[in-house]
């Protein structure tokens, strides 16, 4: 999701399309909305300040589903606890894991996505490989 705090503060800065998206980081798309939100409702720098995140969200909805929530969720923690514990216990073999478990409810990730999620973890977690050579 984009932040429409800084997009809606660079905006009322006056700044352009460009300079906007390559600050923030999101897409002339999100910097058209907030452009033509400022534009209708005659935002100023005051009202823009005391918008509350969840003022924003609903200002600006994302408009994508939350797809996540039909996914059985993998507990990687566990995963990373496994990977410490058995040296050659690999990803795929996790991933092989989470397939085979029994789904309550909802749909398993495939091994691409639970490897962008495991990713995601790590670099959250601040979980590093060492290599031996």
């Known amino acids: 999701m984009a932040d429409y ?22 897409s002339r798309r ?8 400022v534009k209708e409702r005659g935002i100023t720098a005051g ?9 924003l969200a609903e200002s600006f909805p994302d408009g994508r589903k939350n797809v996540s929530a039909g ?4 507990d990687f923690a566990s995963i990373v606890k496994s990977m410490k514990a058995k ?3 690999t990803l795929q073999q996790s991933w092989h894991r989470y397939i085979q478990a029994p789904a309550v409810q909802g749909k398993k990730y495939g091994y691409t996505q639970f490897c962008q999620l495991f990713n995601d973890y790590a670099a959250v977690n601040d979980v590093v490989a060492t290599l031996h050579h």
């Open 5 to 26: 705090s800084s997009i809606l503060a660079l905006v009322l800065e006056r700044r352009s399309y460009s300079e906007i998206v390559e600050i923030v980081g999101c």
């Open 30 to 37: 999100e910097v058209s909305a907030v452009s033509r939100a």
């Open 47 to 55: 009202q823009a300040a005391a918008l509350t995140r969840d003022e």
């Open 71 to 74: 996914f059985v969720q993998p």
């Open 87 to 89: 040296r050659h216990y």
